[in-house]
């Protein structure tokens, strides 16, 4: 057994072996060792070789799908070796005979099927990259589903496009020089030898999977192209061991499709994942109300890809209008979903073989879902409805099979049995209403038995050794074995507490039950395997039902959203207008929404002037107006509506965002490093479509150095880029330059003061602040009031240092009184001065409301906050 173990192993390098042994997964040696400390489980011995103890380590069969999911994700790869025969069958063969064994499936990160295995509503993209001579390619599939895509792709654009598609896996030719970056966007790296990648044999490759002459019919691929292509089927060739799932035929996305956002700022935006790197928080959290994975997935790879085609927007928002403004459709359509099931991965598993009855259910059930959305749907609706309309309908004989085929609700394994409903094959119900009728028979046999023998208790049951027994308790032992019930009754077995006995006519009933079962179950695995076959078959009608279903959900969620948070449709053209009224962030607006809080709605115009330059205390909202223009550009240009009262947006070919600050010490970048190298890449990269949020640029330095840097990074983007930016900065000497560059207007968002603190309004307006009120944001957060004391000292030094100017800073600072001196905190202030509250009032509450008036609200917003 070992020689074949490592004969196997050697065959599988790079993989943990999972052996099958009866109803273990066994490892040995080296992978015992690995999975015993990632799995933590024990980790023992069997055996030895060259009298070396050999180490191992196993996992019970049935629960082997968590384990090899903590596996890859802590990066392993398994190959999964089964028992190909029967032991008895080996046993044959003679008594030292080996079960024979071989891998059936490589599971990797990017080539999970199992449901178990999968976030139901992310995609699970395994990615090929590509170089042949000057040019490279990017191709990806999610075998759970057969979505096959591919693009060009610059060595410089992999990085984003593999933060756009979050890849598991990454397939690279030997010795690609790509592994660094495919490592820091969090994917496995694959080497696969060159020949792989070859793109004349995987052209052929190609051709014979999809069994076409040539591959113009489903475009026009580069060389680059079709080598990321072929590898891919070759890989998968390799790990499902030759069983290929179902690739629909590879769609050809153009580079300038799609809204190009780089890693960091995906990252910066939250767009599909929060700071923690899960859903929570991000936008897409915030945006999904699909009802079906299928439109989960479709909404994730919107919101991670919005569009730059003007068309494909329209068409999209012409659908949203229409379900916002019908409710009661949208209403319905929701609850049709509510009863759809993910037909793409269902499929995907039975072409693999690894699906059952449950998954042909689950097709059965969608389609009867599609007939009835199809039904509410027509011609006359807006033009992706009615295109969705035509995909769903049309499948009505498979549907009357599959409805006269499989019970309600099948069993999830074939070989369980009792899926095929009666009346569907009259051989099947033949074979049942034997197998049936032999169980009648077994309970009036007990029930003459117990008469016979007088043993009331006397009981006929079934195990997998003696098949069907006769049994007694063990105190009528002596009379069943004697005349004369000894001459019906034929002893088998003496247990402690039990006898038990058999008899010729119990014997033939078995042998005919047995036979009718094992009968039908043949017979219904043979049905099973027809209507698997038809249903793939019609896969990639299927699929485009499934694609027109997720498609109405995405549609139908977000005219919901829509509709439940006051959002509008944005006006979309290809000018360069950018013109909020009333915009809001939508996940921070979420958020306070749960306090019982407002958000506090803004505007933004960079149509007339390019850049605004926003100045402002801290925690004012600053990053929050950066991030909401961001945001809303991304929701229109994926064909959504945005939170604003209106909004005109000419399109977006890029989003930068540069926002606070994080340190990517692992790559040996400090904080203020990888602020540069970020905002080099905007200024390398943006051209004068794109739309740019810079916060704070220049703060992780010196102040001079910083300023400095923000100053001649904000004259860039205005000469050079001449892009729509919003440029937010603590530096208000920068405010000037508003009156030097035309395209800069100056915006600040306000606060009021209060006997030394600040109350945050959250408004932007034109203009700038005077302050950052730092010192009085320091207070609120609790820094020590020494601190806060001795940073107010400090700071008006400073600032008088300042004005006076002309090298009298150093003699101000050295006159400063020393820290120990001022650090007493004032006795806090019980009284506010009278004469004082009037003026105070007046600066907040408008003209109309009395001081009195304006005291009482403030006495209850007191409480309120108590
Ligand atoms: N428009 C708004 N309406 C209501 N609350 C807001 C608004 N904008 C921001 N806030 C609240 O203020 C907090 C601080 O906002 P934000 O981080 O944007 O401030 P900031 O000006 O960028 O601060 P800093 O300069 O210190 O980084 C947010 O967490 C949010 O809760």
Redesign the pocket.
């Known amino acids: 057994m070992m020689a074949q173990y490592l004969e196997i192993k050697e065959a599988h390098p790079g993989a943990l072996l999972f052996y099958r042994m009866g109803d273990f997964y066994e490892m040995f040696f080296d992978d015992a060792v690995a999975a015993s400390e990632a799995l933590d489980i024990a980790l023992t011995k069997r055996g030895k070789l060259n009298d070396q103890d050999i180490p191992m380590c196993g996992v019970p069969v049935h629960a082997a799908e968590g384990y090899l999911l903590t596996l890859i994700r802590k990066g392993f790869r398994v190959g999964v070796c089964e028992q190909l025969e029967d032991p008895a069958e080996a046993k044959k063969r003679g008594y030292k005979a080996v079960v024979k064994r071989d891998v059936v499936r490589l599971v990797t990160p990017g080539t999970l099927t199992e449901d178990s295995l999968l976030d139901a509503r992310r995609h699970n993209f395994l990615a090929a990259f590509a170089e042949v001579r000057d040019e490279s390619a990017l191709a990806w599939v999610d075998i759970s589903t057969g979505a096959f895509n591919v693009m060009t792709c610059a060595t410089n654009r992999l990085s984003p496009e593999l933060a756009r598609l979050t890849p598991r896996e990454v397939l690279l030719a030997d010795g690609s020089e790509m592994e660094k970056v495919v490592r820091e966007a969090g994917a496995a790296v694959t080497d696969l030898g060159r020949s792989a990648f070859d793109s004349t044999l995987g052209e052929k490759r190609l051709c014979s999977l999809y069994d076409v002459a040539s591959l113009d019919a489903f475009g026009s691929f580069t060389r680059a192209q079709i080598s990321a292509m072929a590898a891919i089927v070759e890989y998968l060739e390799i790990t499902q061991k030759g069983n290929l799932p179902l690739l629909r035929t590879p769609v050809v996305e153009g580079e300038t499709a799609n809204m190009q956002i780089d890693a960091a700022t995906r990252r910066s935006l939250e767009l599909t994942h929060g700071t923690t790197g899960g859903r929570a928080g991000s936008l897409l959290a915030t945006i999904d109300r699909t009802l079906t994975a299928a439109g989960a997935r479709l909404l994730e790879r919107r919101l991670s890809s919005p569009s730059r085609h003007l068309e494909t927007i329209m068409v999209r928002q012409d659908a949203i209008t229409f379900l916002t403004e019908d409710s009661k459709l949208r209403g319905t359509l929701r609850d049709c979903f509510r009863s759809v099931h993910d037909v793409d991965r269902a499929l995907s598993r039975l072409a693999l073989d690894r699906g059952g009855p449950r998954d042909v259910a689950a097709v059965r059930n969608t389609l009867t879902q599609a007939e009835q959305v199809a039904a509410y749907l027509n011609d006359d609706m807006p033009a992706l409805l009615a295109q969705s309309a035509a995909d769903l309908t049309g499948h009505n004989e498979l549907l009357d099979l599959l409805d006269q085929a499989l019970v309600a609700e099948p069993p999830m394994l074939a070989r369980d049995g009792g899926f095929i409903a009666p009346g569907y094959d009259a051989e099947l119900d033949e074979a049942r209403e034997l197998r049936d009728e032999g169980r009648g028979v077994i309970a009036r046999m007990q029930q003459q038995y117990a008469e016979l023998s007088g043993v009331n208790s006397l009981k006929i049951k079934h195990n997998n050794v003696l098949g069907y027994f006769i049994e007694t308790p063990a105190t009528h032992a002596e009379k069943m074995m004697t005349p004369p019930l000894n001459e019906t009754f034929i002893h088998r077995q003496t247990t402690a507490n039990q006898v038990r006995f058999t008899t010729v006519e119990l014997s033939d009933i078995e042998t005919r039950i047995l036979n009718a079962g094992g009968r039908a179950l043949e017979i219904e695995k043979r049905l099973f395997s027809s209507l698997r076959s038809q249903v793939i078959g019609q896969a990639g009608r299927l699929s485009a039902m499934a694609r027109a279903l997720a498609e109405l959900d995405v549609c139908c969620g977000l005219s919901d959203l829509a509709r439940a948070e006051n959002w509008v449709r944005p006006v979309i053209d290809s000018s360069r207008a950018f013109e909020l009224k009333g915009g809001r962030?939508p996940v921070?607006e979420q958020a306070?929404k749960k306090d019982g809080?407002?958000?506090?709605?803004?505007d933004c115009e960079l149509t007339d002037t390019n850049i605004w330059l926003l100045t402002?205390?801290?925690?004012?909202?600053?990053?929050?107006?950066l991030r909401q223009n961001a945001l809303i550009a991304v929701l229109a240009q994926m064909g959504a509506w945005v939170p604003a009262q209106s909004a005109h947006i000419g399109l977006v070919s890029q989003i930068f965002s540069r926002v606070g600050a994080s340190d990517d010490l692992a790559r040996g970048r400090s904080t203020f490093m990888v602020e540069m190298v970020e905002t080099a890449a905007i200024l390398n990269q943006a051209d004068d479509r794109a739309l740019v949020i810079l916060?704070?640029i220049g703060r992780g330095t010196a102040t001079y150095d910083g300023l400095s840097i923000a100053w001649a990074t904000l004259e860039h983007l205005h000469d050079v880029n001449r892009c729509r930016a919003l440029f937010?900065t603590?530096y208000h000497e920068m405010c000037q330059l508003a009156d030097k560059l035309d395209g800069v207007a100056n915006a600040t968002?306000a606060v009021r003061e209060w006997e030394g603190d600040v109350i945050?309004l959250?408004e932007v307006r034109k203009g700038t602040a005077d302050r950052s009120y730092g010192v009085q944001?320091a207070r609120l957060a609790g820094l020590p009031p020494a601190v806060v004391e001795r940073a107010k000292v400090v700071l008006e030094a400073l600032e008088k240092g300042d004005r006076e100017g002309g090298g009298k800073q150093k003699a101000i600072i050295d006159d400063l009184p020393l820290f120990a001196a001022v650090a007493a905190p004032p006795a806090p202030q019980t009284k506010i001065e009278p004469s004082k509250i009037d003026a105070k009032l007046k600066d907040i509450f408008p003209d109309d409301l009395s001081p009195r008036e304006a005291l009482a609200l403030l006495y209850e917003l007191k409480e309120l906050a108590r």
């Open positions: 962030h921070v306070l809080e407002t958000f506090v709605a803004n402002g205390p801290n925690m004012a909202g600053k990053s929050t107006f916060d704070e937010a603590h968002v945050f959250h944001v």
